[in-house]
């Protein structure tokens, strides 16, 4: 199919005629648990563009929560999952063995920190590896406790959503269900820290609350199976802690031998500027956990330990779907886009560009409270005053509608920030344009 994106396009104010009709359809079908950021109903994309049902043509900033940056149906990409869709679909990997998985588990192993032996599973999303992590860690230390950290996103299910802290309303009514045992600590989000100090300068209160308080009263390390934590807070406004925070609890973890787990699930694949944002804080993960742009939008994640934590029996943990052929096809020609064809190189240019140009926002409007970037991923942060620093959740949520009715796709995060994730092949242009978007849509709001 040919593409002929030139940029964003709005044929008629979103959501059009079409887009209302499938809109009243869903309402009466699917979940009403789902958060619908904008009315946007996708029917096809190329590169860094989605197009709707009425035609509309959108830039997307935000990735499908940084999961297509290497754009949509990217041609390597969709020749591999064709070619593998027409040789082999399924054969289940509890019982048997597929080339795609044995051959991205060894490509892949190679590109995570770590001079030691490893192993991997697959799954099919960032909660599923994110669970398998937490069993390993369990089944290994024979210990029941684990630590997170505050603000952290890591999944759903009642393993993960016991780690997640982003939101009230995923745990609401589950409290009980959960699993057990873990504690949190507060992590460094330096604009808003918790103990009121200033970053550089500070004695990394943050560490020492972990070690004063959590390991010596709420959790020993002789109870704790696991720390985990994501190297940048996606969910929770792309918070972007000091290296020596994130080092600092790898060597908390080392010292009082806990198990460390790194949930890369959204910052892996370049976003960083590193091809895993653990490169650049300099973390060598005891577990680490990948997913979202893995494979291009197909539902696929993979947790890779030190080998010894993964030769558990047989039968301890399986996956029916997890390594499946075709998703692995895909996932394999993303590993191809980002080894042999520079992507990550790629990335870092788009984020010179767009980090350019949102500072630049910045400084023209008071609305923004903070700007956090690194790469790709850029959080800007809206409030009523920087000297209160009190959310602006309401205008937030404008930002978010204004620059959909502009054709500009961006994602909402934490209380009041929004987080940006682009296309890894966008131009110059591109990126100007969607800057270009933001900035009519800021001083609308602040007219």
């Not at 507060?186 to 990394?204: D, E, I, L, S, V």
């Not at 790898?250 to 198990?259: A, F, S």
């Not at 009715?405 to 934490?414: E, H, N, P, Q, S």
Request: net charge negative; with cysteine.
């Amino acid at each position: 199919m040919s593409y002929d994106y030139n940029g964003p396009k709005i044929v008629v104010d979103p959501p059009g005629p079409k887009a209302k009709a499938w809109i009243e359809r869903d309402n009466t079908v699917l979940s009403t648990s789902l958060s619908r950021t904008a009315d946007l109903v996708a029917l096809r994309g190329h590169g860094p563009y989605v197009e709707d049902v009425d035609g509309n043509v959108f830039m997307d900033f935000g990735s499908g929560i940084a999961v297509s940056v290497m754009g949509h149906t990217q041609e390597h990409v969709v020749k591999a999952v064709q070619e593998q869709a027409a040789e082999l679909i399924h054969a289940n990997s509890c019982d048997y063995l597929t080339l795609p998985q044995i051959e991205y588990a060894e490509r892949f192993l190679k590109l995570t920190p770590g001079d030691f032996p490893k192993r991997a599973f697959f799954s099919n999303s960032g909660a599923e590896c994110i669970e398998a992590g937490i069993k390993v860690a369990k089944y290994n230390t024979k210990k029941s406790g684990a630590i997170a950290f505050l603000g952290a996103f890591h999944g759903r299910f009642m393993g993960s959503l016991a780690l997640t802290t982003n939101s009230p309303v995923s745990r609401r009514h589950y409290i009980s269900s959960m699993m057990p045992g873990v504690a949190f600590s507060p992590y460094a989000y330096c604009y808003r820290c918790p103990f009121k100090q200033q970053y550089p300068g500070c004695n990394m209160e943050c560490l020492e609350f972990l070690e004063e308080n959590v390991l010596n009263r709420v959790i020993p390390p002789e109870d704790c199976a696991f720390m985990i934590l994501e190297p940048l807070q996606g969910a929770g406004g792309f918070i972007i802690p000091p290296k020596e925070f994130l080092q600092g609890v790898q060597k908390i973890c080392r010292d009082n031998g806990i198990l460390f787990m790194v949930d890369e699930v959204q910052t892996a694949f370049g976003k960083t500027g590193y091809f895993l944002a653990s490169e650049y804080f300099g973390l060598e993960p005891d577990i680490l956990c990948v997913s979202k742009a893995i494979a291009a939008g197909l539902p696929m994640g993979i947790t890779v330990t030190r080998a010894e934590l993964m030769e558990w029996d047989q039968n301890t943990h399986e996956n029916t779907l997890g390594g499946n052929p075709v998703v692995v096809a895909g996932a394999l020609a993303v590993l191809d886009l980002y080894e042999k064809e520079g992507f990550t190189e790629k990335a870092a240019k788009v984020g010179e560009w767009l980090q350019a140009g949102v500072r630049e926002l910045e400084e023209k409007y008071e609305l923004i409270g903070d700007v956090r970037a690194l790469g790709t991923m850029v959080g800007i942060e809206l409030v009523e005053s920087r000297e209160t620093k009190e959310p602006a959740t309401a205008k937030r949520n404008r930002l978010v509608e204004l620059t959909f009715k502009k054709g500009l796709l961006i994602l909402g995060a934490g209380k009041s920030s929004v987080r940006l994730a682009p296309v890894h092949t966008m131009t110059e242009d591109e990126v100007k344009l969607g800057i270009k978007i933001l900035d009519e849509a800021l001083a609308e709001i602040t007219k």
